[in-house]
């Protein structure tokens, strides 16, 4: 379940670290800088929320990204 509060999205489960072959999908194929994962990755860690989600809440992702990663993380299953 998520909740968002003062612009935190917040999961009621605790959330797995990221793959690597997720972080490498987001910086090759939808070109974020390291900065931008790195920010990413810290909040995503503090929040304990998926980091696409946690991307998108801070504007590094627009929905369309959005979109192209959910679409490829249901596809490595």
Same mark, same amino acid.
Request: hydrophobic share 50%; no cysteine; glycine share 8%.
């Given at each position: 379940m998520f909740c968002c509060a003062e612009g935190m999205v917040t999961c009621s489960h605790p959330q797995p670290p990221p793959s690597r072959p997720l972080l490498q999908y987001l910086q090759r194929q939808i070109g974020l800088s390291t900065e931008?994962?790195?920010?990413?990755?810290?909040?995503? +860690?503090? +929040?304990?929320?998926?980091?696409?989600?946690?991307?998108?809440?801070?504007?590094? $992702?627009? $929905? +369309?990204? $959005?979109?192209?990663?959910?679409?490829?993380?249901?596809?490595?299953?």
């Open positions: 931008a994962l790195n920010l990413g990755l810290r909040q995503a +860690e503090l +929040e304990q929320s998926p980091l696409p989600i946690v991307l998108w809440s801070f504007g590094l $992702l627009n $929905l +369309e990204q $959005l979109q192209q990663v959910l679409d490829w993380l249901e596809l490595q299953g």
